[in-house]
């Protein structure tokens, strides 16, 4: 199966230094989920307002822990998840340290596992958009998806929706992205593997004769809550300039399974 690197948090993370394509960004961690300052405090408000309301002092799913500082303590409905598959390319990235001279991996490259001695992988024949659309949103009785999981474990109080785009190529092989050049599992060269899969996907929605003003349409959708409330007002539903929730879909095995061929050159599944 091709494995999800999940990044909700990407919208609000710090922007990396350097043009992301020839400058190696020395940042990581050992673990598959990293903190970052806004997760952080957000993190502390949280921990304040689940304190006020367990001595009685909140209700309702807002509370103002601080003089313009509020915290979201539940959510229900739905949120919408913009997922884009991408495959690595044929490049070397220039840096000597991300040098491996081994392109790829493209999507539908990993092996049928042999079932005699491997009964639990994950594996189709084709990894297609079709095949994510239908495991994340698929709300069909009894079928295996997020968006059921969700209402199941919610009692329908909670939900996911979204949309998944075709493949599209980043231009550069996966060690140049997944590397453990940093001392950790997760360096921050994943941060250009997720610009690189959306700018290839802006460009096919240009060629493809989309303008400008429509793609921003399009992505309007996934930008309908303030997940830090950026104003500081108590309303955390409306948009804040950034997608709520974004997933990168990488082609190959990812490293937290032993990375395939590329190993501990693949890209270890997190969210950052």
Not at 111 to 125: C, F, G, L, M, Q
């Amino acid at each position: 199966m091709l494995v999800v690197a999940i990044v909700p948090m990407v919208s609000a993370a710090p922007a990396p230094a350097g043009n992301g394509a020839d400058e190696v960004i020395y940042l990581g961690a050992n673990t598959d989920n990293p903190s970052h300052p806004l997760g952080v405090k957000q993190a502390e408000l949280k921990q304040k307002g689940f304190e006020a309301k367990m001595n009685g002092k909140a209700d309702g799913p807002v509370k103002e822990v601080a003089k313009g500082q509020f915290v979201e303590l539940e959510r229900q409905g739905e949120d919408s998840i913009w997922t884009v598959l991408a495959e690595f390319g044929p490049l070397d990235h220039p840096a000597p340290i991300l040098y491996s001279g081994i392109p790829g991996p493209s999507h539908n490259e990993i092996p049928e596992p042999d079932r005699s001695v491997d009964n639990t992988t994950i594996w189709a024949s084709d990894f297609s958009e079709a095949y994510y659309e239908n495991l994340l949103f698929s709300e069909a009785p009894g079928a295996v998806s997020m968006r059921n999981f969700y209402i199941e474990e919610s009692s329908n109080r909670y939900t996911v929706n979204g949309d998944v785009t075709d493949w599209v190529q980043v231009p550069y092989n996966a060690a140049a992205y997944g590397r453990n050049y940093c001392g950790g599992i997760v360096c921050a060269q994943t941060w250009v593997f997720v610009n690189h899969s959306i700018d290839a996907w802006y460009n096919s929605q240009i060629a493809a004769g989309k303008t400008p003003a429509e793609i921003n349409a399009y992505l309007a959708q996934f930008d309908v809550w303030d997940r830090y409330d950026m104003d500081g007002d108590g309303n955390f539903n409306e948009p804040d300039g950034y997608i709520d929730h974004f997933q990168s879909v990488h082609a190959g095995e990812g490293e937290e399974t032993g990375g395939g061929a590329q190993g501990s050159d693949a890209i270890w599944s997190h969210r950052w």
